[in-house]
């Protein structure tokens, strides 16, 4: 969805990401089981929320470390 258009809403894309469903990065064997979707009171809100956290921290540990490199 992004590749496609790289302006598009996140949120529209973390929508389909929790309908979809997710794998466990704590498991090595996670790839060969079925994604589980995410359901519940608020999910796409709480994804969108950790991601953007996420994406904080990812962005102070690349400062820390040195630029990224610009594609």
């Given at each position: 969805m992004l590749?496609?258009?790289?302006?598009r809403?996140?949120s529209?894309i973390?929508g389909?990401?929790?309908?979809?469903?997710?794998?466990?990065?704590?498991?090595?064997?996670?790839?060969?089981?079925?994604?589980?979707?995410?359901?519940?009171?608020g999910?796409?809100?709480r994804?969108?929320?950790?991601?953007?956290?996420?994406?904080?921290?990812?962005?102070?540990?690349?400062?820390?470390?040195?630029p990224?490199p610009?594609?």
């Amino acid at each position: 969805m992004l590749a496609q258009d790289a302006g598009r809403d996140l949120s529209g894309i973390y929508g389909a990401w929790t309908a979809h469903g997710l794998l466990s990065p704590m498991r090595t064997a996670s790839e060969l089981e079925e994604p589980v979707a995410v359901d519940g009171h608020g999910a796409r809100a709480r994804m969108e929320a950790f991601m953007n956290a996420s994406w904080a921290a990812m962005e102070g540990a690349a400062y820390v470390r040195g630029p990224l490199p610009r594609g």
